[in-house]
């Protein structure tokens, strides 16, 4: 069973581009989770989804930033526009179900880097 | 406002000794307590989590104990060994509308041969 699958994991933009970022959850996971890194602070969550629903998106920026996680496919996050305090790295999670317990598992992140 | 807190940013321990990674919180309503280890270039993976009606949670090396009078929780890694040298995360879950899980800033542990 494969994890949760990022790309890219490098990605390299310059200001006023955009970034598009991917998820794929584990399989049979149906709940998805976007997280931001910056240097030196710990993880920010962003936004919750599942599938073609966005349940809670009270962590993200509201402007420039936009998730989905169509019926078929990867979840995207998107970024427009992008300033050089995007730069961070960028974690997405999935768990097969909510709850306080809820473990997630995340993937190994997609490092944006805006020049 | 930092609602977890993990106020050691390091941490070094020799080989064999015991690792001690501190949390502190603020929010009285948070249900479960989660700890995730953190590699280079890998994402957090989880370790061990203790609800909040309990105060301790045992899995083999690693023992998580729970004080909800000071709000404070600890991971204890006995006998630390050199793989154990990870950033590790202490994470919260608290109901608003959904589950919501809030990370700390995390504790570099370097656990030295």
């Known amino acids: 069973n494969a994890g949760v699958m990022q790309n890219p994991r490098h990605l390299v933009r310059r200001r006023g581009q955009e970034a598009r970022l991917r998820c794929s959850p584990m399989k049979g996971h149906s709940h998805v989770y976007w997280y931001r890194q910056l240097p030196e602070e710990g993880l920010k969550f962003m936004v919750y989804l599942q599938k073609e629903n966005i349940i809670d998106e009270s962590g993200m920026p509201k402007e420039r930033f936009s998730a989905e996680f169509p019926k078929e496919g990867p979840s995207i996050l998107r970024i427009q526009q992008v300033v050089r305090g995007d730069s961070a790295a960028y974690f997405c999670a999935s768990s097969p179900q909510t709850g306080p317990s809820g473990e997630q598992y995340f993937g190994p992140g997609t490092r944006l880097t805006v020049t | 406002d930092q609602q977890v807190k993990q106020n050691s940013p390091s941490l070094s321990v020799q080989e064999g000794r015991i690792s001690i990674l501190n949390c502190d919180y603020t929010n009285s309503m948070f249900d479960y307590f989660l700890w995730y280890k953190k590699y280079p270039a890998e994402g957090p993976t989880f370790l061990i989590s203790?609800?909040?009606?309990?105060d301790k949670n045992e899995d083999g090396r690693f023992t998580v104990f729970l004080n909800k009078s000071a709000k404070h929780l600890s991971l204890h890694i006995v006998p630390s060994q050199p793989g154990d040298s990870a950033v590790y995360f202490c994470a919260a879950s608290v109901r608003v509308g959904t589950y919501k899980y809030i990370f700390g800033t995390g504790t570099r542990l370097k656990v030295l041969a």
């Open positions: 203790i609800s909040s009606i309990k």
